[in-house]
C-alpha cells in the first residue's frame, strides 16, 4: 500500500508543472470575477455589432483597421455569443497560453525552469496592463501573443535541433504563427525583429568567426524576414487604412525641425522605459483605503493574494529541490537575456512613438504597455538572478513582486466588476425614462462616472438596447456623446440645426443638433433628461453638458413601443426611488398629471428619498396642476433647502406652473410663499 505521503508528492509534482501551475495561478488572479463581469469599453461595440448587424458587420468594423480581425472576430463571436462569462473564460485561456509560451521561450535562453517560470509569472500579473477583464479585445490580443511567443520558442528549438526533420516542421510552424502575428495587428509587429538577436544568442560558438555566425543567423532568419517585409509592404502600400488610421507623425516633425524632434524623442523613449520599467511597480502599492474599497472587497484581495504567494513558493520551492544541488547557474545566459530584454523593451515602444500615441499607466493608455511586458518579464528575472545573492533569496524577491501584482490585478477586477453594476443600473434607468428613442438622435451627457467605457463605446450599448430589426439600411441611429470630447470634431457646433455626421467603422450616423436630448448620471442621484426650460441655470448639473440643454427636444423620446436592455445586464432591478422618479418624470413629459401624483405617492413611501432636488420636480408639477397647493409648496422648500444653486431652476419651474395651472387664490398664495424667498423676481 502506497503511504499518504506518496500521494501528496505526486499531487506536488503535478501542480508543480509549469503549464498547470501558470493555469491555477492565471485562475486564483483572474478566474473568481468571472461570473461577475460584463462588457466594457470597445467590446460593448463589438457584442452589438456581433448580435445586431451580424459578420458582415464585424467585417466592416475592422476593414479599415485590422481587417484580418473581422474574419477572427466573425467566427469567435459566432461561437460564443454574447454571454459576458464565455469571453471570461476566453480571455484567460489566452492570457494563460500566452504565458506558457513565454515560458516556453525562457527554456530556450535559460534551459532552466524556475527562471523561465518566474517570468511568466510576472507577464501573467504585470500591474502596467491591467484591462485583463476587458475580454473580447483582449482575449483576442493573448491570441496573438501567444502565436509569437510560440513562434520563437519553435523557431528556437528548430535552431538547436540536431534532427533536420524535426527542424523543419519546428521552422513550419514558427513561420506560420509569425505570419498570424504580423498580418492580425500591430502591437507585435516591431518584435519580430528580436527574432535574429535570439538566433544569434542560442547559435552562439566561441570557436566560428562572428562574420560566418552572422551568415548563417541571416540563413535561418530569411524566411521569417521575408514574411516581416510582406507584411511590412501590405500594410504601408496595400493596406492604406492603416497609415490613415494611425499616421506617422514623427515623419513630418523630423523634416520640420529635426534637432527638436529627436530631443523630444529620446525624452519620450525614456519615460516610457522608466514607466513601462520602473515606476509601473510603484502601481501595486498604492493600496486603497478600506472605507473606499469596502472591507469585504479588501478581504477577498487579501485572502488571494496570500493563497498565491503560498502556493507560488511552495511551487518553486519544490522546483529547486527537483534541480541538481550541484549545478551552477550560467551567469552568462542571464548577461545575455538581459541584453535581449533591453532591445526588446527598444522594439516594442516603436510603433507607438514613430505614431506619436502616448503610453501611460491608467486607463485607456495602459493597453500600450502590453508589447513591453515580454522585455519587463526577460528584465527583473535577468537582473534578479545576477544580484549576488542565494538562490532562495532571489527566487523570493520575485515572487513577492508576483504576490504584489496580483493583488493590483484583483483590486481591478473588483473595479470592473462594480463598473458593470453601475453601467446595468444606468441603462435600466434610461429605458425606464425612454421606452423608446425616434431614430437619428443624439444623447449629450457629461462623463459618465463608469471609469472603463467611453462616449463611442456607450453609442453600441445604446444602439443595442433601441435596435430596431425592421431598419434596412446600414446606418447608426444613435450615438451618445461626451461634449468635451466631441464638440469641434462630429459636432460642429453646439448651435441648434447643425448637421451631424460621424463614420463609427461599422456605418455612419447622421443626425442633427436640434435633434437631441440631454442626460446627467450622477450617482445616487438618479439618471435625468434636462429640462431645457428648467435647467439652463441649474449649477448641480455639470457645465459641459448644460451648454448642450438649449439643444434638447423631449419629443424624440417615445411613449412606445417599451424596449428593456439585452438580456446581458441580468433581470429588471427591484423598484425603489429612480423607478417611480423616471416614470413620473415620463408621465410629466407625456402631462399625466394623475400618473405622476399616483407614482408620487408610491415612492414617497420608500426608504429611499430624492438625491437631488430636481428630482422632487415632476411631483412638485403634478401637485401644482392637481391643485394639491399645500403640498407642492412643502416639496418647493424641500428642494431650495438643498442648495441656494437650485433656487433658478425651482424659480423656472414655478414661472411655467405659474402660466400653465389655472389661477385661483389658493395659487397665487403658493405662488408668493415660494417666490418671495427665492427672490425668483431676479431670476432669468
Known sequence: MRNVSWYIQRLIS???????????????????????LGFYWDELMLQWISQVLGKTGLINYFSTNRPLMGFL????????????????????????????????????????KTPALLAALIFLTYPGFAQQYIATVYGHFFLVLSAFFFSLAFSLMAVRSPDRRRGWLLHAAALLLSAVNLFSMEY??????????????????????????????????????????????????????????????????????????????????LWDLWQTLLKVWGVMLQFPGLEEFGP???????????????????????????????????????????????????????????????????????????PFILGVSLFWVSLVMLIPLRRWMQVGVLVLVVALSAAYQLRMGIQFQRDW?????????????????????????HELPLQFFSDNSLTGGLNWIFNNPDRQDNTIPYVLYYPTVRVGLAVKA????????QNLLVGDFYGNTSQSIALVYQPPACLRILDPELEPDNWMVPLQVRETIHLTDWDVILPEPQHVPPAIYGSEPNHGW??????????????????????????????????????????????????????????????AAVSPVIHPAICRLWDRIERETQDSEEKSSAIQRVIKPLQCEAAP
Open 14 to 36: 503535478l501542480i508543480s508543472k509549469p503549464f498547470i501551475t501558470l493555469f491555477i495561478v492565471t485562475l486564483f488572479v483572474y478566474g473568481f470575477f468571472i461570473p461577475f
Open 494 to 501: 453646439l448651435t441648434p440645426d447643425e448637421p451631424v455626421e
Open 296 to 370: 469585504r472587497a479588501w478581504m477577498i484581495m487579501a485572502a488571494f493574494s496570500l493563497a498565491l504567494l503560498v502556493f507560488v513558493g511552495l511551487v518553486l520551492f519544490w522546483l529547486g529541490r527537483q534541480s541538481p544541488s550541484t549545478t551552477k547557474p550560467d551567469r552568462s545566459l542571464y548577461w545575455k537575456s538581459l541584453w535581449i530584454s533591453l532591445i526588446a523593451l527598444l522594439l516594442a515602444g516603436v510603433p507607438f512613438w514613430l505614431t506619436q500615441i502616448p503610453i501611460g499607466l491608467t486607463f485607456p493608455n495602459d493597453r500600450f504597455t502590453l
Open 188 to 269: 507585435f509587429f516591431m518584435l519580430e525583429l528580436l527574432r535574429p538577436v535570439l538566433f544569434w544568442v542560442v547559435m552562439w560558438d566561441k570557436s566560428v568567426p562572428v562574420r560566418q555566425q552572422l551568415v548563417t543567423v541571416s540563413k535561418r532568419w530569411l524566411p521569417y524576414f521575408l514574411i516581416f517585409l510582406v507584411a511590412g509592404f501590405w500594410r504601408a502600400f496595400l493596406f492604406d487604412y492603416q497609415t490613415n488610421n494611425y499616421e506617422v507623425g514623427l515623419l513630418e516633425l523630423l523634416r520640420a525641425n529635426p534637432l527638436q524632434t529627436i530631443l523630444t524623442l529620446l525624452g519620450t523613449v
Open 578 to 639: 429612480c423607478y417611480y422618479f423616471q416614470k413620473a418624470d415620463l408621465a410629466r413629459q407625456l402631462g399625466d398629471w394623475d400618473e405622476v401624483q399616483l407614482l408620487g405617492e408610491i415612492a414617497f413611501q420608500l426608504d429611499d428619498q430624492p438625491n437631488d432636488p430636481a428630482e422632487r420636480f415632476p411631483f412638485i408639477e403634478a401637485y401644482a396642476h392637481r391643485g394639491l397647493w399645500i403640498e407642492a409648496v412643502d416639496m418647493s422648500e424641500q428642494s
Open 73 to 112: 472576430y466573425s467566427f469567435t463571436t459566432s461561437l460564443l455569443g454574447d454571454d459576458p462569462w464565455q469571453w471570461q473564460v476566453f480571455a484567460i485561456f489566452w492570457r494563460w497560453l500566452a504565458a506558457y509560451g513565454l515560458y516556453y521561450l525562457g527554456m530556450q535562453l535559460w534551459k532552466e
Open 421 to 445: 453594476e453601475q453601467q446595468a443600473r444606468f441603462f435600466w434607468q434610461m429605458t425606464w425614462r425612454i421606452p423608446a428613442l425616434q431614430e437619428d438622435t443624439i444623447i449629450f451627457a
